[in-house]
């Protein structure tokens, strides 16, 4: 059974599902953020929508990870 606790991060960006590698740094904002997450329970249908919660904003990468800024720093987020 997954639970909040268990499930992986997953964000849609552009049509694209990103997954929480584990890495998270310190690293601070730079630059225009893409967008702002909104929660779902289910796995995103639409960009923006995350499986972790409300309110964390998001920037793509030119090289395409995905950084998603949380409370405890900067999530790394990979493309599936």
């Given amino acids: 059974l ?3 606790d268990t499930k992986p991060g997953i964000i849609q960006v552009n049509g694209e599902l ?3 590698s584990g890495e998270v740094t310190k ?9 702002i997450s ?6 995103p249908q639409r960009d923006g929508e995350s499986t972790f919660g ?3 904003e ?3 990468a030119p090289d395409g ?3 998603v800024f949380m409370e ?3 999530h790394v987020f990979l493309k599936y």
Avoid: I, N
Avoid at 38 to 43: A, G, M, Q, S, Y
């Fill in 2 to 4: 997954m639970t909040s």
């Fill in 18 to 20: 990103y997954y929480d």
């Fill in 27 to 35: 690293e601070e904002k730079t630059g225009e953020m893409d967008g």
């Fill in 38 to 43: 909104r929660h779902t329970d289910l796995v």
């Fill in 54 to 56: 409300y309110g964390s």
């Fill in 58 to 60: 998001y920037q793509l």
């Fill in 65 to 67: 990870t995905l950084y």
């Fill in 72 to 74: 405890d720093g900067r």
